[in-house]
T-cell receptor, first 116, second 116 residues
């Protein structure tokens, strides 16, 4: 089974500053990687995903993430954050498990607070 | 498509009462997931269905919880009897799983359950 680690539970950052949210996973067997965002009182919304191909993935709202197989990481970055980026961010890993199909594993989330 | 639909959006009930949460997945999706989110435990997978069949229910906390998916367009999560510690936001998500490709999950808006 996979484990997904988001080391930073809370990340405060000033508006217009860059931000990186870290995500590491445990197994480098063929996996698929996702970042989700959850705004207050809402469900999770997909930011971006890596299935194959280029290791740099661009998503919505100016976010991007880089898949690093050797470090089993999938860190999320944004060069300049806005107040509206304040939300909870979840990293997720999907792997094919044969009989049970795709298993999804979510990290514990990182709360991003953008300070005016 | 309207996305994943959950009802009710809010439910307040008294301890001991039966609670039924409902979910309509996105048309054409073949997998459905029930999650519970609390501050203490984060996002937990309760159960997931593939082609209406329960595949993994290891996250269901105890016998008071049951889930059904009678057809491809409807699922229920029932708690009987409910307890205050069941208070949480319950999310339903659906996905289209196709042979080994890790497709993303689409989340509903959630049901906020309060058990008094």
């Amino acid at each position: 089974a996979q484990s997904v680690t988001q080391l930073d539970s809370q990340v405060p950052v000033f508006e217009e500053a860059p931000v990186e949210l870290r995500c590491n996973y445990s197994s480098s067997v063929s996996v698929y990687l996702f970042w989700y965002v959850q705004y207050p009182n809402q469900g999770l919304q997909l930011l971006l995903k890596y299935l194959s191909g280029s290791t740099l993935v661009k998503g919505i709202n100016g976010f991007e993430a880089e898949f690093n197989k050797s470090q089993t990481s999938f860190h999320l970055r944004k060069p300049s954050v806005h107040i509206s980026d304040t939300a909870e961010y979840f990293c997720a890993v999907s792997e094919w498990c044969g009989r049970t199909g795709n298993q999804f594993y979510f990290g514990t989330g990182t709360s991003l607070t953008v300070i005016p | 498509d309207a996305g994943v639909i959950q009802s009710p959006r809010h439910e307040v009930t008294e301890m001991g009462q039966e609670v039924t949460l409902r979910c309509k997945p996105i048309s054409g999706h073949n997998s459905l997931f029930w999650y519970r989110q609390t501050m203490m435990r984060g996002l937990e997978l309760l159960i997931y269905f593939n082609n209406n069949v329960p595949i993994d229910d290891s996250g269901m906390p105890e016998d008071r919880f049951s889930a059904k998916m009678p057809n491809a367009s409807f699922s229920t999560l029932k708690i009987q009897p409910s307890e205050p510690r069941d208070s949480a936001v319950y999310f339903c998500a659906s996905s289209l799983l196709t042979g080994g490709v890790g497709n993303e999950q689409f989340f509903g808006p959630g049901t906020r359950l309060t058990v008094l």
